[in-house]
């Protein structure tokens, strides 16, 4: 069983900056690939970002240069610090843990960024 905890989220003015939390309850996390993904109302859930488990990262387009994703393999956590934040980064963002082809979602934090 893996269960996958958000914090961090809330309400931000345009300009802002907010650092997301993923504590990850696993026996296995080193060796798995972490993830950031969202969902704004009406829309289809996106990619943020990715790390592998040597810590190779990927970024959305619309978020390159603006948000950096970590881990901590010590911790079992991921993060993702987001800066420069503007209101159409507002959506529910999740956790994801893959290894293999298994993956599982986190529950999901909102984040509002008002203009």
């Known amino acids: 069983q893996v269960q996958l905890v958000e914090s961090g989220g809330g309400l931000v003015q345009a300009g802002g900056s907010l650092r997301l939390s993923c504590e990850v309850s696993v026996r296995i996390f080193s060796v798995a690939a972490m993830g950031w993904y969202r969902q704004a109302p009406g829309k289809q859930r996106e990619l943020v970002a990715v790390?592998?488990?040597?810590?190779?990262?990927n970024y959305a387009d619309s978020v390159k240069g603006r948000f950096t994703i970590s881990r901590d393999n010590a911790k079992n956590t991921v993060s993702l610090q987001m800066s420069s934040l503007n209101p159409e980064d507002t959506a529910v963002y999740y956790c994801n843990y893959r290894l293999a082809t298994m993956t599982w979602w986190g529950q999901g934090t909102q984040v509002t960024v008002s203009s």
């Open positions: 790390i592998s488990s040597i810590g190779l990262t």
